[in-house]
């Protein structure tokens, strides 16, 4: 069974930093493009950073780049998102999904294919 558990999410002030774990379970962890998502409410889901060790390639949508940082690791079977200064209008629920069916940029401009794994979610809140 495939199992993604978020962790690490907070309250944090803007210009601080936090930084995200999705432990996976239950799946060819290298196989798989696993990427992070975010929604806030009243807005839609949107994809923040995905990455993919066999394909060798990492996504990062427009707002984050230079600020976050994806980064995986095979023995453990997890991924990271080390998210630095933070902004305000980077609060929302951040989830993980994983999709042996697309690559990176893909999953994060068009979102996993229909039946992807999600996790729970965790709330990351930057305070002005």
């Known amino acids: 069974e495939v199992q993604l558990v978020e962790s690490g999410g907070g309250l944090v002030q803007a210009g601080g930093s936090l930084r995200l774990s999705c432990a996976t379970s239950g799946f060819t962890f290298g196989d798989y493009t696993i990427g992070w998502f975010r929604q806030a409410p009243g807005k839609d889901r949107e994809g923040v950073s995905c990455?993919?060790?066999?394909?060798?390639?990492?996504y990062y949508r427009e707002s984050v780049k230079g600020r976050f940082t994806i980064s995986s690791d095979n023995a453990k079977k997890t991924v990271y998102l080390q998210m630095n200064s933070l902004k305000p209008e980077d609060t929302a629920v951040y989830y993980c999904?994983?999709?042996?069916?697309?690559?990176?940029?893909?999953?994060?401009?068009?979102?996993?294919?229909?039946?992807?794994?999600w996790g729970q979610g965790t709330q990351v809140t930057v305070a002005t």
């Open positions: 999904t994983t999709d042996a069916l697309t690559s990176p940029r893909a999953m994060g401009v068009f979102g996993p294919t229909l039946g992807a794994h």
């Open positions: 990455i993919s060790e066999s394909k060798g390639s990492a």
